[in-house]
């Protein structure tokens, strides 16, 4: 497997499709190409498996790192019926998506502190969505891209995917 990036997309080159299919869930798109479809790289396969990677996915890996980090902001963007009947990620904060052009734009450092506990994300910080299964984290993740949070990203797997992953690694 090799890394490359071509204006500031991310890809990953695998000579076996068999590698392809293993690649998780930051898979995208996918085409077979030509090495010289690939223009200033130095491939000499024949033919490879080429994936484009969406860069604003978030791993179970990712968001298990993310508990507790104060740079890190994990956003469950359910409505607070979901959630009281489900639960949710330890140390996330909960925005309805609905709310979080509201939130991120408007509402005050010390007024965001106030209701959630934490101090406000800068663009800077890395803000984490998620849902039940990725609709709305989608949604939320790309208004927050367009209001300049550029570290946005989104849980797809949601949480159903964080709870399942958890009863696994508990029952091992």
């Not at 709310?99 to 934490?118: C, D, G, T």
């Not at 891209?145 to 159903?160: A, E, H, R």
Request: charged letters at 25%; hydrophobic letters at 30%; a positive charge.
């Amino acid at each position: 497997m090799m890394r490359y990036r071509r204006n500031g997309v991310a890809f990953i080159i695998n000579q076996f499709q068999n590698n392809f299919c293993k690649q998780g869930p930051n898979i995208v798109k996918a085409n077979i190409v030509q090495s010289s479809q690939i223009n200033g790289s130095n491939l000499t396969i024949k033919q490879n498996y080429v994936t484009k990677i969406d860069e604003h996915l978030a791993t179970y890996e990712e968001v298990a790192k993310s508990v507790n980090k104060p740079k890190k902001i994990i956003v469950d963007v359910r409505n607070q019926d979901e959630i009281k009947t489900t639960g949710q990620i330890p140390s996330s904060i909960n925005i309805p998506v609905k709310n979080i052009q509201e939130v991120l734009e408007s509402m005050s450092e010390a007024e965001f502190q106030r209701k959630y506990h934490r101090r406000k994300p800068s663009q800077s910080d890395e803000l984490i969505f998620y849902c039940k299964s990725g609709k709305r984290a989608t949604e939320a993740t790309n208004v927050a891209l367009k209001l300049g949070y550029y570290k946005s990203k989104k849980y797809l797997p949601g949480w159903d995917g964080w709870n399942e992953k958890n009863k696994s690694y508990k029952n091992t």
